[in-house]
């Protein structure tokens, strides 16, 4: 649905949102111990189970934002003075780097150039060198639309410390990039509402593998946080799940209501579809930028996320020229993020609503808001062109809905 002023959100989150789930969270607030509310409660933390395709993990759902995702993950995991392996892929990893250390961590810093995933060789040579208590991966890095193969990191780091236990932050990730929690043996994965899990921004949800549940419960030293101590939110979560009411701290209602909807919604398409849409949505919107002579900060193509796409501005063309012009057509798109290269982008975000409503044409309108810019900077390119590539990539663009 979009903005009240009528421009279309694109940014790599908050992005639009089902007005079904807006309807629910614009409501009244019933109690949080209401028996309709422990309803949905309840069955929201049992669908999650579903959308992080895992059986056994132990779902959180808590108010704030994502950022609260890497407290929770550092808070109770880590010991002061235990050694965490940060793997760096931009913004994002720095920022999870600077938590740990308000934890008392040790963090080691396994640093990837620009526009560059993590490197396996790099990882296996780090592993070996010493030992950690948690490894720290980011599936999709929101500030350079890099995306990294959780799935084999995760197979080094069990191969050769399959005691420390593997973190992710997937807030731009999530229910768009698939994360298969159990068999890949992920520990903590952890995700804000305002993106592909389509719910406005106020919720943190993050799955705990009995493994890590196993560490929290069996400290030698006191978890250093009231409120992101998983020890309190354990029962809370436990008595939801029962259909009882239970009380640390109160949930963000109206939100955890409209994540009962999104849920919904995105199980009834069935998760296996959800991540084909969102792969066959980005290949055909990056195939209609590479059309117009745009690359990306990817340093290949095939480490480039499926929920955004982070593209270079043309020669001669700047951030104050061509986003105004872009948003002068109706459409909001984020600039660069990466504080060494923050100026020589723009970001474009391709996730939920956006891509599982095709006759909603979201990816449409943006690169035709994108086209016109780009011949308004004086960019010499054929018009009409990245639609219609954009359409053949996608099979001619049938304008189906999946919701």
């Known amino acids: 649905m979009p903005q009240t002023d009528g421009k279309l959100l694109m940014i790599p989150g908050p992005c639009e949102f089902h007005e079904d789930v807006l309807k629910i969270v614009g409501s009244a607030s019933p109690s949080h111990v209401a028996p309709s509310f422990i309803e949905e409660f309840?069955?929201?933390?049992?669908?999650?189970?579903?959308?992080?395709?895992?059986?056994?993990?132990?779902?959180?759902?808590?108010?704030?934002?994502?950022?609260?995702?890497w407290d929770f993950v550092s808070a109770n995991l880590l010991e002061p003075g235990e050694k965490a392996l940060v793997c760096n892929t931009g913004y994002f990893s720095d920022s999870w780097a600077t938590c740990i250390k308000a934890y008392r961590g040790q963090v080691v810093n396994l640093q990837m150039p620009v526009g560059d995933c993590v490197d396996p060789a790099m990882l296996e040579a780090a592993l070996k060198k010493e030992k950690y208590k948690i490894i720290c991966l980011t599936q999709v890095d929101t500030s350079t639309g890099v995306k990294n193969d959780i799935k084999g990191l995760a197979a080094i780091c069990k191969k050769i410390q399959p005691d420390a236990l593997i973190t992710v932050d997937g807030v731009c990730a999530f229910a768009a990039e698939e994360l298969c929690f159990d068999d890949w043996g992920v520990d903590a994965a952890l995700t804000g509402s305002q993106k592909a899990l389509g719910v406005p921004p106020g919720l943190m949800v993050c799955v705990m593998s009995q493994k890590a549940l196993r560490v929290v419960k069996n400290r030698s030293e006191p978890i250093l946080s009231y409120f992101a101590n998983a020890l309190h939110w354990l029962p809370i979560m436990q008595a939801y799940e029962e259909r009882k009411a239970s009380y640390f701290a109160t949930p963000a209602v109206t939100l955890v209501r409209g994540l009962y909807v999104a849920c919904k919604k995105m199980l009834d398409i069935g998760m296996d579809k959800v991540f084909d849409l969102h792969l066959k949505n980005s290949l055909a919107f990056k195939a209609a930028m590479y059309s117009m002579g745009l690359t990306l900060v990817a340093n290949e193509k095939k480490w480039a996320a499926n929920t955004l796409s982070a593209m270079k501005f043309p020669k001669g063309v700047s951030k104050e020229e061509l986003l105004p012009k872009i948003t002068k057509r109706g459409v909001i798109v984020a600039g660069g993020l990466h504080k060494k290269i923050k100026t020589t982008y723009f970001r474009v975000g391709h996730m939920g609503l956006s891509v599982l409503d095709g006759k909603r044409q979201h990816l449409v309108t943006v690169i035709e808001a994108i086209e016109g810019a780009l011949i308004e900077c004086g960019v010499k390119i054929e018009k009409g062109k990245a639609l219609t590539i954009f359409k053949a990539a996608m099979g001619g663009y049938s304008l189906k809905s999946s919701l």
């Open 42 to 69: 309840g069955a929201t933390l049992g669908m999650l189970r579903k959308v992080f395709l895992t059986a056994t993990g132990q779902p959180f759902v808590i108010a704030g934002s994502g950022s609260l995702g």
